[in-house]
């Protein structure tokens, strides 16, 4: 799923599959902050975004798996 053209319902169910918890609010982020450099596959920039809302490694690394940029 691109973090970068998904709407954000696409991204909510993404990030519903992958076991994120409260994934609409987490879509709306991920909409929030693009767009996503497409030469980072890590998503780098997104981590760095969501780390100011204290999600926790593991839901950052559930967020990010479930998304390209």
Do not use: F, H
Request: aromatic residues 6%.
């Amino acid at each position: 799923m691109s973090a970068n053209t998904a709407s954000e319902e696409e991204v909510a169910a993404a990030l519903e599959s992958a076991g994120v918890s409260n994934s609409q609010r987490w879509a709306k982020e991920v909409v929030e902050y693009r767009p996503y450099p497409t030469d980072d596959p890590n998503l780098t920039a997104l981590r760095d975004k969501l780390v100011k809302y204290n999600p926790g490694q593991e839901t950052t690394d559930k967020i990010v798996s479930a998304l390209t940029p």
